[in-house]
T-cell receptor, first 110, second 113 residues
Framework: GQSLEQPSEVTAVEGAIVQINCTYQ??????LSWYQQHDGGAPTFLSY????GLEETGRFSSFLSRSDSYGYLLLQELQMKDSASYFC???????????FGTGTRLQVTL | DVKVTQSSRYLVKRTGEKVFLECVQD?????MFWYRQDPGLGLRLIYF???????EKGDIPEGYSVSREKKERFSLILESASTNQTSMYLC????????????FGQGTRLTVV
């Protein structure tokens, strides 16, 4: 089956940098995304990696290594509003099947 | 802006009832998805559809069925609701297989009593 593993919780201080890791075991893999979800809200798209390497979008960067079945989300200059759950998502198959990881709850403190 | 609308925000149903959860998107997206979200388990894929009348099972399809008679609407059906189907249900859509950004509805919190 498909599985994506993430740490369940991460705590960091405002202004710091935090990395959320994701390891995956999937068949038919062709890309990895990251989504953010605030409590009570819907998941929203942050980034997508279709190729190995680093993608940067403002304070957020995402990395993929296909050979290691591994990716991470890097959040810089953390703000209180970044407190949320973060999900890595594998894109597989010909019909864009999206499989979510278990999610990492990020708590940003003062 | 893409809008994905789920018909109910909160729903309470009795065990054994047939339950319909409706999802409508207004941007002509081809692919649509139904997930359920439970604490500690993330979002688990129930069913998805890549075209009208086409559907594929996700990871946890048991006890559910879907219907996609029109491109903009994707319905999730609980044939006989059970208490273990109490959950948050989220609908999502993506434009097509060449796009990567999924848009989610606000979710339906279903309680089966």
């Amino acid at each position: 089956g498909q599985s994506l593993e993430q740490p369940s919780e991460v705590t960091a201080v405002e202004g710091a940098i935090v990395q959320i890791n994701c390891t995956y075991q999937t068949s038919g893999f062709y890309g990895l995304s990251w989504y953010q979800q605030h409590d009570g809200g819907a998941p929203t798209f942050l980034s997508y990696n279709g190729l190995d390497g680093l993608e940067e979008t403002g304070r957020f960067s995402s990395f993929l290594s296909r050979s290691d079945s591994y990716g991470y989300l890097l959040l810089q200059e953390l703000q209180m509003k970044d407190s949320a759950s973060y999900f890595c998502v594998a894109y597989t198959g010909t019909a864009s099947k999206l499989t979510f990881g278990t999610g990492t709850r990020l708590q940003v403190t003062l | 802006d893409v809008k994905v609308t789920q018909s109910s925000r909160y729903l309470v149903k009795r065990t054994g009832e047939k339950v319909f959860l409706e999802c409508v998107q207004d941007m002509d997206h081809e692919n649509m998805f139904w997930y359920r979200q439970d604490p500690g388990l993330g979002l688990r894929l129930i069913y998805f559809s890549y075209d009208v009348k086409m559907k594929e099972k996700g990871d946890i399809p048991e006890g559910y069925s879907v219907s996609r008679e029109k491109k903009e609407r994707f319905s999730l059906i609980l044939e006989s609701a059970s208490t273990n189907q109490t959950s948050m249900y989220l609908c999502a859509s993506i434009r097509d297989n060449q796009n990567t950004e999924a848009f989610f509805g606000q979710g339906t919190r279903l309680t089966v009593v």
